[in-house]
């Protein structure tokens, strides 16, 4: 089967599986050790997302609902009992399903595989394993919630996530060339810069939109747009804005940037770090050596990313982003 391929397929850092009754934790309380024992166990594996980015949906099927965006490297615990064969539930740390993601993207890790039996008296005093040695990430335990504490309680993680880090923000274009003084359509874009910095994207859009209706070729305001979709958390729309943006203007720093940027929040690290490096090379920017360096950082690069943190502490010492993130890269 395909469910078992994974797991033996995989290159294996470290895999920790875990079982537990598939009741209640208040009917099992209230179950004797030979009936407990006796109910299905239910495997989970702790797996990474190996691809940039990975929908989250809500069944096992690419036509469902999507529920989530999960970025390269980062760490899922999957109910692997209760998976198909093509799709891996993946659960909280209580067991609670959040979604399906397909398992053709995923990557095991591994020291050594547990099952473990719970086991709870009707006191409900203790349970115990059924394996009593350790792995690397701690005690095995019988539910995800101890084990995904056990991890947490080692070394510092091998990888840094997306979320770890704090990304800077896009950057707006001012004024709109091109245009005769007295046209109308230099007022709505006006307007739109003005939303967007008092942070009614719906508005900024709307204005944006109308004045490409009249100047079809304006790269300030498709790259305004992007930056409007972005602050929405659209980042798909975001860089088809960016694209049409850059194609129309390949020489503006801004529109390099914002494109990196919607790039980098979509998981496309290798496209954002040429595209920011196309940005720095123009104008360099304490913003896109940032938000490079995170692109870096997400592909394990940290000596890059270091360097880049640093570049932009040279251009602007009281960058906070670039000094948060700094820190946070030099544990590795």
Do not use: H
Not at 229 to 255: E, F, H, M, N, P
Request: aromatic fraction near 10%; include cysteine.
């Amino acid at each position: 089967m395909k469910k078992i391929g994974f797991v033996a397929g995989l290159i294996f850092l470290a895999v920790v599986s875990f079982s537990f009754s598939g009741c209640s934790v208040i009917r099992a309380l209230l179950e004797d050790d030979e009936e407990a024992s006796s109910k299905p166990e239910i495997e989970y594996v702790y797996a990474y997302v190996a691809s940039d980015a990975l929908n989250m949906r809500e069944e096992p099927s690419a036509s469902s609902k999507k529920v989530g965006l999960l970025y390269q490297n980062t760490k899922i615990i999957v109910n692997l009992t209760e998976s198909t064969d093509d799709w891996a539930l993946v659960v909280d740390d209580t067991g609670k399903k959040l979604g399906y993601v397909s398992m053709s993207y995923l990557s095991a890790s591994t020291v050594d595989k547990k099952t473990v039996a719970a086991k709870s008296s009707a006191s409900g005093s203790s349970k115990k394993s059924s394996s009593e040695s350790k792995s690397s990430a701690g005690e095995s335990s019988a539910s995800p919630a101890a084990a995904a504490a056990a991890v947490a309680s080692t070394s510092v993680s091998k990888v840094i996530k997306a979320s770890d880090l704090s990304s800077p923000k896009p950057i707006f274009i001012s004024t709109l060339s091109g245009v005769s003084k007295g046209n109308s359509i230099l007022d709505d874009f006006d307007i739109g810069v003005a939303y967007l910095e008092n942070e009614k994207y719906d508005k900024a859009i709307k204005k944006f939109k109308l004045v490409l209706e009249t100047v079809p070729d304006s790269f300030e305001a498709y790259s305004n747009l992007a930056a409007s979709y972005y602050l929405q958390g659209q980042y798909s729309d975001a860089l088809t804005c960016a694209k049409k943006a850059a194609a129309l203007r390949s020489s503006s720093y801004i529109v390099s940037y914002n494109k990196g940027l919607a790039e980098y929040s979509l998981g496309n690290y290798s496209d954002a770090i040429a595209t920011l490096s196309d940005s720095i090379g123009m104008s360099s920017s304490a913003a896109a050596y940032t938000l490079r360096a995170n692109a870096y950082a997400m592909q394990k690069r940290y000596d890059q990313a270091k360097g880049d943190y640093n570049s932009a502490l040279k251009i602007d010492s009281s960058y906070e982003v670039a000094k948060s993130n700094l820190t946070l890269v030099e544990k590795y």
